[in-house]
């Protein structure tokens, strides 16, 4: 198993800043690709941010260019750095890891991001 805690979570007022962090302990050497996840209010969870173990990176349209996905392998971390924050960024965030060997997905517990106008 993988477990995941976030951290990170807050509140922002619109065009601020807000970093989220990842650790993940347990089975770390079964992590492949490490992406963040959010879920608004009344909607389905969506992809945000991934990145595979060899730094390439994927984002969801909307945060492309105010948001960056990094990845420590050797502190076993993912972070996600959200610039110029929207209310609709609001949503709770979920950190995820795909595990190799068809070992499945594992989730954090998630942190609450609310962005004010």
């Known amino acids: 198993q993988v477990q995941l805690v976030e951290s990170g979570g807050g509140l922002v007022q619109a065009g601020g800043s807000l970093r989220l962090s990842c650790a993940a302990s347990?089975?770390?050497?079964?992590?492949?690709?490490m992406g963040w996840y959010r879920q608004p209010p009344g909607q389905q969870r969506e992809l945000v941010a991934a990145?595979?173990?060899?730094?390439?990176?994927n984002y969801a349209d909307s945060v492309k260019g105010r948001f960056t996905i990094s990845r420590d392998n050797a502190q076993n971390t993912v972070d996600l750095q959200m610039n110029s924050l929207k209310p609709e960024d609001t949503a709770v965030y979920y950190c995820?890891?795909?595990?190799?060997w068809g070992l499945g997905r594992s989730w954090g517990q998630g942190t609450q991001v609310t962005v004010s106008s």
């Open positions: 995820q890891v795909d595990r190799l």
């Open positions: 347990g089975s770390i050497s079964t992590i492949n690709t």
């Open positions: 990145i595979t173990r060899g730094g390439s990176t």
